[in-house]
């Protein structure tokens, strides 16, 4: 234990310390060369450590994983397209695609959406910080953590017996049988879904507000007194006004379906038909599969590039207003 | 950006006009409540029943505590810290979390004071792969690295999940800090560089104090980010005695089965830190958050 903490002490002080001395150290070495030289290297020193980092731990794996997903098992023989042919005709991996899908359409929409009414209806009253700080409060709580919150909600007894979950209570005062949420195969995505909507509204509400802020209260009541209602003012005015946020949180939103695992590891692990690709994923490679690991990985890729495009743009437009 | 709206102000009398007012905004009030209610609930649940007994909390649902008898206990908890592992991975937890915090940051910072206020060649080049990689899942670099961790001995230490979190956390940070440093007065940096300060002596004595709610708000963020993360840790630790407690709790969950029940406590175990910096450092927190809205 003891030695565990040292290490951990060592590193909060020795990596600052190590950075210290490499920038002391390269500028001596700098010294000693022209000031065009100097002029030329230094920056270098300054990015050379992130860039290394972002190379080793992401540029070149991501890399690698393409070459391994044309590679069998153990990455010893080629074997052309065989992985993705498995990927696209084995029931597992197409019942998670499917999963993704309704993730991405579901998720993103509840998310944005909900966020949207959300913040345009505590716009409205005077306890907003404390309404939001509600809806907030689900985002620093771990998707672990979280999922254990819901299994609680949607724990099931049998009919006849108690209804410890709170969702299955409800619905049996309202006279209704109990529902095994997790579990029943029309109901299990929903509610996988409904504990990432849960978690991640928050977020959207807080962004979404902030522009909402931003919009000119004499706009709105002009509109008003126009004699539009709150639907027209809602859909007429501020969506459209709201549209560059939207994109953005929904952009964020659609990442985080594609790369959903927590949620859908802890509370079901996949099973019932609730499996997701990225959990697909971590089984391959928990198997040590790697060909077919990295198959689900580059699908991943290929279905995150027209984001990364998307967000490169948006980064070169915003660079040209800077 | 969670400040309170402006209230109006207007005289708080009982008047005719008032009380009707009141009756008309009563569906709005009504919808904001049952909002906070869907968004409270769940987590209220938890932390009832983490006090309650493994058995009250198969007879009967948590609310029934909130009226006497209440029986409320603490064996929940004693049960989970006395359960192998859990109290060692609470502690794993700590010493992966600030490490990995603090080496992501400084290294953060860095470059985002180069990418901000040096030219070099290239420069335009790297930044555009640093914001393409906040997109890219790190799914996609699992297996490479899990291999090199593996080729090097490192799989299961400290050191692999460090180095995970920051190369995973990088190149969103330096995004953000570069836009944040970048920021600043131009004016203030040409001047000291005018004087004659150095670069280290810009970085150190003007970027990083005028960006310190920028790296604050980064720092609350990478935290509870790296505190709240399962896929790297089950990833490089898998049975490691150093996992931290998000691959302790799950699992639990699923070798558990029926009696999960007391795992109510690890669970506030776990929340309690990343809700604590929530609740106190709301403002940082918020910023964090939004600035991260185009984070992968």
């Known amino acids: 234990m003891d030695s565990r903490i040292l290490t951990a002490v060592g590193a909060v002080v020795g990596i600052p310390l190590i950075l210290g001395g490499y920038l002391y150290l390269t500028e001596r070495l700098l010294a000693a060369t022209s000031l065009r030289t100097q002029a030329r290297i230094r920056p270098y020193v300054w990015v050379v450590p992130a860039v290394s980092f972002a190379t080793i731990f992401m540029v070149l794996p991501t890399l690698n994983t393409i070459v391994l997903s044309f590679q069998d098992k153990t990455s010893t023989r080629w074997v052309g397209l065989d992985n993705y042919i498995f990927f696209f005709t084995n029931s597992e991996t197409i019942n998670s695609l499917k999963n993704n899908l309704l993730w991405l359409v579901f998720f993103t929409g509840f998310v944005v959406i909900g966020g949207l009414l959300i913040a345009v209806v505590f716009d409205r009253i005077r306890y907003e910080t404390l309404a939001k700080t509600a809806v907030f409060l689900p985002l620093p709580i771990s998707a672990v953590a979280a999922s254990i919150i819901w299994k609680f909600m949607y724990d099931y007894q049998p009919p006849g017996q108690v209804q410890t979950g709170t969702l299955n209570a409800v619905i049996g005062t309202l006279g209704f049988s109990p529902v095994a949420w997790l579990i029943n195969s029309t109901t299990n995505n929903p509610a996988l879904i409904f504990v990432g909507i849960w978690t991640a509204t928050g977020f959207a509400m807080v962004i979404i507000s902030a522009s909402l802020k931003a919009i000119s209260s004499e706009l709105l009541e002009a509109a008003r007194l126009d004699g539009a209602n709150e639907l027209q003012v809602l859909r007429l005015i501020i969506t459209p006004l709201l549209m560059p946020t939207l994109t953005v949180v929904a952009t964020t939103m659609v990442i985080t379906a594609l790369k959903v695992f927590d949620i859908v590891y802890v509370l079901t692990a996949g099973a019932y038909g609730t499996d997701v690709i990225a959990r697909q994923l971590f089984a391959r490679l928990a198997n040590a599969d790697y060909g077919r690991g990295g198959a689900v990985g580059v699908v991943l890729l290929i279905a995150v590039i027209p984001l990364l495009l998307l967000n490169i743009r948006r980064f070169r437009q915003q660079e040209e207003i800077r | ?296």
């Open chain 2, 1 to 296: 950006m969670t400040e309170v709206a402006v209230a109006e102000s207007r005289p708080r009398a009982f008047a005719p006009a008032e009380i009707a007012r009141s009756i008309r905004r009563l569906p709005l009030h009504l919808t904001v409540w049952v909002v906070m209610a869907i968004w409270l609930v769940p987590t209220l649940g938890l932390i009832v029943n983490s006090f309650r007994s493994v058995q009250d909390m198969g007879h009967a649902g948590w609310w029934t505590t909130l009226f006497p008898p209440h029986g409320l206990t603490l064996d929940s908890y004693e049960r989970v810290l006395s359960t192998p592992n859990v109290a060692t991975s609470l502690v794993n937890s700590l010493l992966i979390t600030i490490p990995a915090t603090v080496i992501q940051v400084t290294i953060a910072t860095m470059a985002g004071y180069g990418f901000a206020w040096m030219k070099f060649r290239g420069r335009d080049f790297f930044f555009l792969v640093i914001v393409g990689l906040m997109v890219v899942p790190i799914q996609m670099t699992l297996i490479p690295v899990l291999r090199l961790f593996a080729a090097t001995g490192l799989a299961g230490s400290f050191v692999a999940v460090w180095l995970a979190h920051t190369g995973y956390g990088l190149p969103f940070q330096v995004y953000l800090l570069r836009n944040a440093i970048g920021g600043l007065p131009r004016e203030v940096f040409e001047s000291a560089e005018i004087d004659g300060a150095s670069h280290v002596q810009r970085f150190w004595q003007i970027a990083v104090p005028m960006s310190v709610p920028a790296i604050a708000s980064l720092v609350i963020f990478v935290f509870i980010g790296v505190w709240n993360d399962l896929l790297v840790a089950l990833t490089f630790m898998g049975s490691s005695p150093n996992r931290p407690l998000t691959v302790v709790i799950t699992g639990l969950v699923t070798s558990l089965g029926g009696g999960w029940q007391f795992l109510t406590a690890a669970a506030v175990l776990q929340m309690a830190l990343p809700l604590a910096v929530f609740l106190f450092l709301q403002r940082y927190f918020v910023r964090g958050i939004s600035s991260g809205a185009v984070k992968g």
